[in-house]
T-cell receptor
């Protein structure tokens, strides 16, 4: 079974600085997707960025970018020019890209990292 | 706004009771996923429906059941509620089994 691990329960960053959130995963599949979701105090789950495992190029969305290391099974999120509105829980998630062991595309989440942004 | 709606937003009930949570997916989305978020278990997948058919089950208790109706809305039924069932229940929809999932605002269930 696939697992996702976020080893940093809490992180803090100064406004306008850069922070990196870590995520590792375990899988025997070769095709899959990885995601970072943001959950602000409103509790809404917001997709931040996605990465297809078959793509070597790291995904980027404005101030958010990932460092995807497939061999190391590592998927970190870098937030540049941090803003107060970035304060939230961040969840790393995995999704299979094939019918494997009954999985039909559901997300497998890590425990989350709580990011605080200091003004 | 993701386009996914969930009702009610909050639900407070007593142990032993039964509740129904409702989810309306984005227009055109055929897949509905249910997830449970609790303090001790984190975010866990419960069940997936695609165009009215159950496709996969996760860590869903036997006391819980779900269905997806012809108009594609879905309901999650929780019975014989226990204190430990208190959690935030999300549904998410997507246009196909492997496409991006859009989450609803969640239903906060409190069992007293």
């Amino acid at each position: 079974a696939q697992t996702v691990t976020q080893s940093q329960p809490e992180m803090s960053v100064q406004e306008a600085e850069t922070v990196t959130l870590s995520c590792t995963y375990d899988t025997s599949e070769s095709d899959y997707y990885l995601f970072w979701y943001k959950q602000p105090p409103s509790r809404q789950m917001i997709l931040v960025i996605r990465q297809e495992a078959y793509k070597q190029q790291n995904a980027t969305e404005n101030r958010f970018s990932v460092n995807f290391q497939k061999a190391a099974k590592s998927f970190s999120l870098k937030i540049s020019d941090s803003q107060l509105g970035d304060a939230a829980m961040y969840f790393c998630a995995y999704r299979s890209d094939m019918n494997y062991g009954g999985s039909q595309g559901n997300l497998i989440f890590g425990k989350g990292t709580k990011l605080s942004v200091k003004p | 706004d993701s386009g996914v709606t969930q009702t009610p937003k909050h639900l407070i009930t007593a142990t032993g009771q039964r509740v129904t949570l409702r989810c309306s997916p984005r227009s055109g989305d055929l897949s509905v996923y249910w997830y449970q978020q609790s303090l001790d278990q984190g975010l866990q997948f419960l069940i997936h429906y695609y165009n009215g058919e159950e496709r996969a089950k996760g860590n869903i208790l036997e006391r819980f059941s779900a269905q997806q109706f012809p108009d594609l809305h879905s309901e999650l039924n929780l019975s014989s509620l226990e204190l430990g069932d208190s959690a935030l229940y999300f549904c998410a929809s997507s246009s196909g089994t492997y496409n991006e999932q859009f989450f609803g605002p969640g239903t906060r269930l409190t069992v007293l």
